[in-house]
């Protein structure tokens, strides 16, 4: 009797001693052994509960890793044990989404009487070919837009943020194509090309799907699979098909980025639910069984293993553990000691007091203590979404009070003239470590037709020197969004692009300023001060201002610089018979605007990441023309 009380507390022990290692190092390196990736996913689901998605991170942490960036691309399409068990995990959890995403479509498919070939050396009647292309076109539009709309599996999510996340740390260019390979080639297509393999449709036979079906299949599984990579079909068979790729891959982006909004951060962050909480990650398995499984898989003793980390001999419970998915640090002993602790993930919300944001135009705030940020995170996730727009009133103030010479404070901070480029003449300076510039012109127009073209494509086109490369990260409101720009991204060779230009992104927050109509009771004001809206606290003014934050899911990627700018854009203000005051502009009804654009950014940065913003205020005149031709060409089309 007592021999078994020993041999099973050994066993507990053991089982402990595996499933408290903060790194998961044992439990990676199980799974490079040969075996059943199914049964280990079922078995490690059940063993690590409510941490299972920490030892996810940890995975494919180390997946990417190993990576280089010519590899990141490929990752997804590798056979390693971590894109199995992802795949694996994607089919347990994620069951009842797919069939309710494919039924109906596959249902169609397998009911066609016929292939639909596309292929012009097969099929030599064009009506019947463009009947095929039609209906291919139909069935892949049917799927997708069912995987938009349908309910996503909110432990899915959470292992596509994850996902996302680590391969953004290393690799941001590819961070869309290795979410979309998961997704679409690893999860959905294998379904649809061979539907009698998954769990999606348990009683299909594959005897009883006719051939010209598994034909069909693959082509619809081809159209899905290069709307993920947002690459053309090169077969010229397959061309036609190109604009329906161009249509979606907006929605697909889209996609990307809901499905990754919809994971609650802070559950993330945590890992660690109620003690009632049903598990996050269901398993058929019970403990012992999972652990069977695992002890059955080892080769050798587990005794090798440091069994401090089991110890005292009472069971923990899994839902008090410290480990989580930001920092896999944890109080016992790790079984990889010289492994560096992870870093806690970031927000769009707090900055460390000796980043750029917190000195704009004054002392910085105190820095938050991180369980008070995370403390004030759980119980209001959406406060990071007030604290960015006050952020943006905050800096129009700056912007404002930066570009106005009408009361200069620091006489020391005089504007120097630099660069002059078809009238347009750059000015700047120097101020409180932050280099300064700007430029303006005199636009016959309205602020507000101004403000309009400038914030359009169109206008962006002429000013921005980001080109087409801008992705929408969140919106915050209806004047309010985060980007991400790139000046990379094109299909040029990578080798040319470090030859002739230097890799360069930004997170920027941008909003549009429109001034509130009650404002005019502010005539009586010193022109010094800006006019405020209603609320007090937001300058009157047409604007459009854009600074840089932190964005946990578009880290600094290796050798690609990261600009930071303080509050820059444009401002906007009216004029009549060539002077400045507000006042007579509006008492004149005038149409003529002065448009100032201004850049901020901490001086020592300037060497780095000035150039292109210098090429952005030279092209002031070209953008003046334009908005004047505009405004022209809209008023005949108005007054005919």
């Known amino acids: 009797m007592s021999s078994c009380s020993s041999s099973s507390n ?32 079922h078995a490690y689901m059940s063993l690590f509960g409510d941490q299972f998605l920490a030892f996810v991170k940890a995975m494919v942490d180390a997946e990417v890793s190993h990576g280089s960036e010519d590899q990141a691309a490929e990752m997804i399409r590798g056979n390693t044990p971590c894109m199995k068990m992802l795949s694996e995990v994607a089919y347990v959890v994620g069951t009842g989404y797919l ?41 892949a539009q049917a799927i997708l837009d069912r995987l938009v709309r349908s309910p996503f599996p909110p432990l899915l999510a959470s292992l596509c943020l994850c996902l996302r996340r680590s391969v953004a740390a290393r690799f941001h260019a590819h961070s869309d194509s290795v979410l979309g390979g998961f997704l679409f080639l690893r999860v959905v297509c294998p379904v649809v090309v061979m539907p009698y393999h998954s769990v999606v449709f348990p009683h299909l036979e594959k ?17 899905l699979q290069n709307l993920a990579n947002n690459a053309f079909f090169k077969e010229d068979y397959m061309a036609p098909f190109n604009p ?53 898989r080892l080769d050798s003793p587990l005794d090798t293993f440091p069994l401090s980390v089991a110890l005292p001999l009472q069971k923990p419970s899994m839902s008090n553990a410290t480990t989580t998915l930001g920092d896999l640090s944890t109080a016992s002993a790790t079984l990889s000691l010289d492994r560096p602790k992870q870093k806690a993930s970031s ?32 119980h209001n996730p959406l406060d990071h979404h007030a604290d960015l727009i006050q952020m943006a009133h905050t800096g129009l103030v700056a912007l404002l009070n930066a570009t106005n010479t009408a009361h200069e404070q620091d006489a020391s901070a005089t504007w120097t003239n630099g660069q002059t480029k078809r009238g347009v003449q750059v000015h700047s300076r120097v101020r409180r470590a932050v280099l300064e510039l700007k430029a303006s012109v005199v636009v016959a127009a309205d602020p507000s037709t101004c403000l309009a073209y400038i914030a359009a494509p169109r206008g962006r086109e002429i000013w921005s020197t980001w080109g087409h490369e801008v992705r929408e990260l969140e919106r915050l409101d209806c004047t309010s969004r985060i980007l991400h720009r790139t000046n990379y991204g094109s299909k040029l060779p990578p080798f040319l692009l470090w030859c002739c ?31 405020t809206c209603a609320t007090g606290d937001t300058p009157s003014h047409h604007a459009l201002v854009f600074q840089s934050v932190t964005y946990p899911d578009v880290p600094p990627v290796s050798g690609v610089v990261r600009s930071c700018v303080h509050s820059s854009g444009f401002v906007l203000s ?17 149409t003529d605007t ?42 005949r089309a108005s007054g005919s």
Not at 207 to 223: G, Y
Not at 598 to 614: E, G, N, S, T, V
Request: proline share 7%.
């Open 10 to 41: 050994e066993d507990e022990i053991r089982r402990l001693a595996f499933t408290s290692d903060p790194d998961y190092h044992s439990a990676r390196t199980l799974l490079q052994r040969k075996g059943d990736i199914k049964a280990m996913t």
């Open 99 to 139: 069939r309710d995403v494919l039924t109906g479509p596959m249902s169609v498919l397998f009911h066609l009487p016929e292939s639909l070939e596309v292929n012009h050396e097969i099929v030599r009647d064009e009506a019947t070919l463009e009947a095929h292309r039609a209906q291919l076109e139909s069935l």
């Open 501 to 531: 230009m230097q890799l360069q992104d930004a997170v920027e927050l941008e909003s549009v300023f429109y001034p509130n109509e009650s404002s005019d009771a502010s005539h009586d004001k010193d022109d010094s001060e800006p006019a």
């Open 594 to 635: 002065l448009v100032t654009f201004a850049i901020r950014m901490d001086h020592a940065l300037a060497p780095l990441q000035a150039k292109p913003y210098q090429k952005q205020l030279l092209t002031l005149a070209k953008l003046k023309v334009a908005i004047e031709k505009s405004a022209t060409t809209a008023s």
């Open 244 to 296: 329906f790729i161009r249509r979606n891959f907006p929605t697909v982006v889209a996609f990307y980025d809901r499905i990754c909004q919809s994971v609650d951060v802070t559950t993330l962050a945590t890992s660690i639910p109620p003690r009632d909480a049903t598990p996050c990650c269901p398993s058929p398995l019970s403990i012992d069984e999972a652990w069977k499984v695992v002890r059955d």
């Open 207 to 223: 005897a009883n799907l006719p051939s010209h079906a598994r034909r069909s299949s693959i082509l619809v599984a081809k159209l």
């Open 347 to 378: 927000t769009t919300s707090w900055f460390n007091s000796t980043f750029f944001l917190s000195h704009r135009g004054g002392a910085p705030p105190p820095p938050l203590a991180f369980d008070q940020v995370f403390e004030s995170q759980r």
């Open 574 to 590: 009216p004029i009549a018979n060539g002077s400045n005051n507000d006042d007579d502009a509006k008492l004149h009804d005038a």
